[in-house]
Structure formats: structure tokens, C-alpha cells
T-cell receptor, first 115, second 116 residues
């Protein structure tokens, strides 16, 4: 089972360029998330989505755009990359059934460096 | 206010000893879930243990147990008989399914080093 996959895993880009990080899950989970992980900050939520065509801002959305035209895909775009967006990005998903304690499942992470 | 607070940036433990990683949370919801994740140096996030807000008994999964003190809003992770492979970052997280659209909130993490 493929689970949740991210691409690219590693990316170096220049300031001002547009970058898209892809996320694909095979479980048909309703909820999908994008987090960034930075030393001293833990994981901070960028955007999340409750279903196809429904997205909402998280804690640190500025400079990012998301879309979710299909349940299984949740791409994250940096419209004009800045050095402060150098980070590790995690895509994650979870099911709608809130009473069962379903965990959140993470992709392997995308290491992005903006130079 | 922080939803999840982990006050120990780094911890050391002797191999085969037990260690407690602290986590406090902030919520006004009656229904919520508490989770712990392990992140080894390879980077993947590994689910360890879950505690529901209505669960009266502390959750246990092998060598991991969650010391749940609801009134104090704490959810400490206890690792018994530490192993070298336990060296990793550990994140506490909370899910508020009804209040915030199923968001997961994470702490800043605790880096655990197991000493041989």
C-alpha cells in the first residue's frame, strides 16, 4: 500500500521562483494537511483541507497557496519563494471518523532549500 | 496561547532506564485526542500512542505508556527500559475534532538521547 507520498523529496530553488510540492494519498482520507517543520518551532500548520474543494488556512499560511480538486491530491505552492521558506514540509492525512482516535498519517517529508 | 507545550527541549536517559517526556495541553473542548509521535534522524513521523479524553485508563503500547492527568491537562509519555533506538525527537499532539475542523496541534518536541 502506497499510503501518502510527497514529491519532490529534495528541492533547491532560487528566491522568487514558484515551487510546487505534491502530495498524494491512496486511502481516500477526507482531511489533508500541510505542515512545515523548523527547529524550535515543531510542526506548524500551513493549510488544511476537509474535503475536495474545501481548504482553510492554518497557523502560517502567508506565501503559500493550496488546492484540492481531487480527494487524493493536495499540492502546496510557494508563489514566490523566500529564504524564510527553507524548511522541511510534511503532508499528512486523516480520516473523518473523529471518535476512533484515528491518527494522522505523514508523508516522508520534502526538504526545501531556498537560496 | 500554545495548544501543546513541551518544556524539555532535550533529555538524556541511560539505556534500560525509564524516562518521562512532559506534555501539557490547552483546550476547552470535552472531546479531544492526545497523541505522541517519534521522529528518528531519518525524518519520518511514527505514531506511538493515543489517549482519548474520555478514556479513564492510561493508554499503553508495549514500552510506551501515556500518563494522562485530565485535571492538570497533562499527557506525559513514559518510555520504559530505554533502548538506543529510542534516540529521536518526540512530539506530543492534540486533535480537537469538533472545535477546529479536525486540526492536529503539535508541540515543539523533545530530543531524547539514550546513553549506552
Amino acid at each position: 500500500d502506497a499510503g501518502i507520498t510527497q514529491s519532490p523529496r529534495y528541492k533547491i530553488t532560487e528566491t522568487g521562483r514558484q515551487v510546487t510540492l505534491m502530495c498524494h494519498q491512496t486511502w481516500s482520507h477526507s482531511y489533508m494537511f500541510w505542515y512545515r517543520q523548523d527547529l524550535g518551532h515543531g510542526l506548524r500548520l500551513i493549510y488544511y483541507s476537509a474535503a475536495a474543494d474545501i481548504t482553510d488556512k492554518g497557523e502560517v499560511p502567508d506565501g503559500y497557496v493550496v488546492s484540492r480538486s481531487k480527494t487524493e491530491n493536495f499540492p502546496l505552492t510557494l508563489e514566490s519563494a523566500t529564504r524564510s521558506q527553507t524548511s522541511v514540509y510534511f503532508c499528512a492525512s486523516t480520516d473523518r471518523d473523529v471518535d476512533s482516535g484515528n491518527t494522522i498519517y505523514f508523508g516522508e517529508g520534502s526538504w526545501l532549500t531556498v537560496v | 496561547a500554545q495548544k501543546i507545550t513541551q518544556t524539555q527541549p532535550g533529555m538524556f536517559v541511560q539505556e534500560k532506564e525509564a524516562v518521562t517526556l512532559d506534555c501539557t495541553y490547552d483546550t476547552s473542548d470535552q472531546s479531544y485526542g492526545l497523541f505522541w509521535y517519534k521522529q528518528p534522524s531519518s525524518g519520518e513521523m511514527i505514531f506511538l500512542i493515543y489517549q482519548g479524553s474520555y478514556d479513564e485508563q492510561n493508554a499503553t503500547e508495549g514500552r510506551y505508556s501515556l500518563n494522562f492527568q485530565k485535571a492538570r491537562k497533562s499527557a506525559n509519555l513514559v518510555i520504559s527500559a530505554s533502548q538506543l533506538g529510542d534516540s529521536a525527537m518526540y512530539f506530543c499532539a492534540m486533535r480537537e475534532p469538533y472545535n477546529t475542523g479536525n486540526q492536529f496541534y503539535f508541540g515543539t518536541g523533545t530530543s531524547l538521547t539514550v546513553i549506552p
